[in-house]
């Protein structure tokens, strides 16, 4: 019988033109009971479209049943069955039987609905619900009189229903068909001619069912029928066919119709009773209830249209004589609908999580939106509440397509409640509700960021190797691997490959210190560092790293000469005659720190009970107390201590022998130069030394004439680029300025000894410099520490 249903398969495409955003329905016919792997109808052929792109398209049939009845072949294009097709299990007591299908094209989007109608096959007999029906006919009963019979049920709908009625044969009751065509028919028992009790008290019947397949399938029940004798009239109905409306849901008790029969008979045999007649698996007592005295039929239990939306009931009016005689009447009640049921969403996702980047119009989800009302209260539309970055749109009907209408970013919002709501056409409307979570996927558009374009940092010298200076840190606001970032060193400083000064670890950022840094051989060095994510392509930044090398105290100052040349005996003489306030000599430092770490200060130790000299600490000049006596020594050790102002102080120290002489004559001369050997001097010595005597004598007379103009501070701010300035004090020191920063350079009244000392106002800038003068024409500039920038520690 399966090669024989194949041959009945009708593929009739059908193409239906629509308006609005999709365009088009597929038709298709098949038999139910087909074999799987059938074929009902070329999709690539139907959709216009080349059988290689079904699969690169991603082709989706999609339904709303529990059973996936039909597959597509990608790469025959094939649309056939996948599950076994029962008509009668799928569409029971429906005469048109269909099954919705979705198809899906992406890139471009492309959306059909295919509509599969199944048609009915003979594959179900005709069945009573009775074993044996019996009918109680009276004697008296005149020819022509109808008898109802059982009603034969047949799964099967149309052509293959039941269509006609055969009796076997006998000499009183032939068959009265009623129905066919489209509808099952139905049979009466009509008397023939009239009983005779006596000569038969029961004539034995089979009535047969004959379905329209072709071959007709049968069913048959067995006829008893009693004889009964005399009630000679039968009750009668006013109509033939009553009709009557009643609303869905009604309470019971509320009336449906008042029915009415005559018996012309008198007495018991006239007095009608009115019951309903059950018929196959239909109980008309179970829905409404009956006045057997009235014929008043009344709401019993619940009506919904839903569920049936009319009901055709059978009324049998019986008289009360010895030999009751009985009518039959008909009432059709049809079920008025009311807006009861609320509109049902169903949502099939077709992409969750959506991509970040996901272009405007994509599909998102199929909706669909039911309502078992009829009519208006039947007919939704839906759209979606608030406001989301995406859309309804209008597919065919009541399927609607979810869509992307604005850009996503899932770093401002990752998820997307969104809630589709239904109204039914009804009055008043009933609605419906439904919420899509839709979830954002991360897309590595987001590089790292820095906190700042560029990063200072400030370490003091002599930190060990190893040390972490900074921890480097990028955000990318991506997650996961797109927001994992490593680091890496970029660019040299100074022509000098940067990885020889520090290195950095690529997952924590830490910057880690490959060499000690020593303050008085590099004071800066500058490199880049790349934050780079995990991302597919990766993306990237830099950020500019400044490292300052801040000065430590771990340089002692140092004796210059002559008193710190080797074998130079350090000894200075002063007259007897001397007064206070004698210059004796000056001790001139240097220390290689800069800042207070360079800030020198001299102190003097004398003998026990010798308190004949001082120093000044700024200057280095040691000068005489008070004036000689004859108790003093004539030779006096001294001992000076250089201290600079670092944390801790390093210091150095110079011993002197000052020698009392009588008079100022045995003074020699305190010039004092490095020791040259005899034998190496020659006339070009001779004329250098004539040429630095020339420039000494004129940078005298410079220095007395501005020793007479009064020393001054000049409080004023400069450029940064503006000339330096120079002033004389009182004390016959001069000030230095550069920039904004201010210098005392002081010069010894006695000429012969004089030096330059360089000191720097309270409280210098942070870009401020101390400029150190000494007795050969040189200087050293060194930068003071930063005033509030913090200093890295380990």
Not at 741 to 752: E, G, M, P, R
Request: net charge negative; glycine share 6%.
């Amino acid at each position: 019988m399966g090669s024989g249903r194949n041959n009945e398969i009708l593929c009739l495409p059908i193409v239906l033109l629509l308006s609005g955003w999709s365009a088009a329905q597929i038709s298709y016919s098949i038999s139910e009971e087909v074999d799987k792997g059938t074929v009902i109808g070329n999709l690539a052929k139907d959709l216009n479209v080349n059988v290689r792109d079904l699969q690169t398209r991603n082709l989706n049939v999609v339904s709303g049943y529990s059973k996936r009845y039909f597959e597509a072949n990608f790469k025959t294009g094939d649309l056939y069955v996948n599950e076994r097709i029962d008509r009668e299990e799928l569409c029971p007591n429906v005469i048109k039987c269909t099954l919705n299908l979705e198809v899906i094209l992406s890139n471009p989007m492309v959306l059909r609905r295919i509509e599969v109608t199944i048609a009915d096959l003979n594959d179900n007999a005709p069945t009573f619900v009775e074993k044996s029906f019996s009918l109680n006919i009276s004697e008296s009963s005149p020819a022509g009189e109808h008898f109802l019979l059982p009603l034969a049920l047949d799964a099967d709908t149309g052509s293959n229903s039941v269509k006609t009625y055969r009796l076997s044969p006998n000499e009183y009751f032939s068959l009265d068909i009623q129905g066919g065509g489209e509808h099952t028919a139905s049979a009466e028992l009509v008397l023939q001619k009239a009983l005779d009790r006596e000569k038969q008290a029961v004539v034995k019947l089979t009535l047969t069912a004959v379905d329209g397949g072709k071959p007709p399938n049968t069913g048959s029940v067995q006829i008893i029928v009693h004889v009964l004798d005399v009630n000679d009239n039968t009750p009668m109905f006013s109509k033939t066919l009553y009709k009557a409306r009643v609303n869905e849901n009604a309470p019971a008790g509320s009336l449906v119709i008042q029915l009415n029969a005559t018996d012309l008979d008198e007495g018991d045999n006239g007095r009608v009773i009115y019951t309903f007649v059950k018929r196959a698996n239909f109980d008309p007592a179970d829905l409404f209830f009956i006045n057997a005295e009235t014929g008043e039929i009344t709401v019993k239990g619940h009506l919904d249209y839903e569920a049936q939306s009319a009901y055709e009931i059978h009324v049998q009016a019986t008289d009360r004589g010895p030999s009751p005689r009985r009518a039959n009447g008909k009432l059709l009640v049809e079920i008025v609908d009311v807006n009861d049921n609320a509109p049902e969403i169903v949502v099939t996702s077709l992409m969750n999580p959506v991509r970040e980047d996901t272009a405007i119009g994509s599909v998102v989800a199929l909706v669909t939106v039911t309502d078992k009302d009829g009519g208006e209260n039947g007919q939704t539309r839906g759209k979606l509440a608030g406001s989301t970055p995406f859309k309804l749109i209008s597919n065919y009907k009541n399927y609607y397509s979810l869509v992307v209408d604005g850009p996503l970013d899932r770093e401002q919002r990752s998820v997307y409640n969104v809630t589709i709501i239904a109204n039914d056409e009804g009055i008043p409307s009933l609605s419906a509700s439904s919420v899509v979570n839709v979830e954002i996927s991360d897309v590595n558009d987001n590089a790292p960021r820095f906190a700042e374009p560029a990063i200072n940092i400030y370490i003091k010298e002599n930190r060990p190797v190893g040390a972490r200076l900074y921890t480097i840190n990028a955000v990318d606001p991506d997650i996961n691997e797109n927001a994992k970032v490593t680091y890496s060193l970029e660019g040299d400083s100074n022509s000098i490959p940067v990885n020889s000064f520090v290195s950095i670890n690529s997952e924590t950022g830490n910057i880690i210190s490959l060499q000690s840094f020593n303050y008085e051989e590099l004071k800066t060095f500058q490199f880049k560092v790349q934050a780079t994510d995990s991302g597919v392509p990766p993306l990237s930044s830099n950020v500019t790293v400044n490292v300052f090398i801040l000065d430590e105290n771990d340089n002692s100052p140092t004796i210059l000469a002559p008193y710190s040349e080797h074998g130079s005996v350090n000894s200075e003489n002063i007259p007897y005659s001397a007064e206070a306030g004698y210059f004796v000599a000056k001790i001139r430092a240097v220390d290689a720190d800069s800042g207070y770490n360079a800030l020198l200060s001299y102190h003097l130790s004398e003998p026990k009970g010798n308190n004949l000299f001082r120093i000044g600490t700024s200057t280095g000049e040691i000068r005489t107390k008070r004036r000689m006596s004859d108790n003093d020594l004539k030779t006096h050790p001294l001992v000076v201590l250089v201290s600079d102002n670092g944390e801790p102080s390093l210091s150095a120290t110079v011993s002197i022998d000052v020698v009392v002489v009588e008079s100022t004559a045995e003074i020699q001369t305190q010039i004092r130069h490095v020791p040259v050997k005899e034998d190496s001097f020659s006339d070009l010595n001779l004329y250098l030394l004539i040429a630095i005597v020339s420039v000494s004598v004129i940078f005298l007379l410079s220095l007395i004439t501005l020793i007479a103009v009064k020393c001054h501070r000049t409080d004023g701010t400069f450029s940064r680029y503006s000339a330096p300035m120079i002033t004389t004090h009182p004390d016959g020191s001069w000030s230095y300025s550069k920039a904004t920063q201010q210098y005392d350079v002081c010069f010894s009244s006695d000429t012969l000894k004089s030096d330059v000392v360089v000191f720097p106002a309270p409280f210098p800038p942070v870009d401020g410099e101390l400029i150190s003068i000494n007795g050969v024409d040189t200087f050293t500039r060194t930068q003071t520490l930063p005033n509030k920038e913090k200093v890295s520690s380990p």
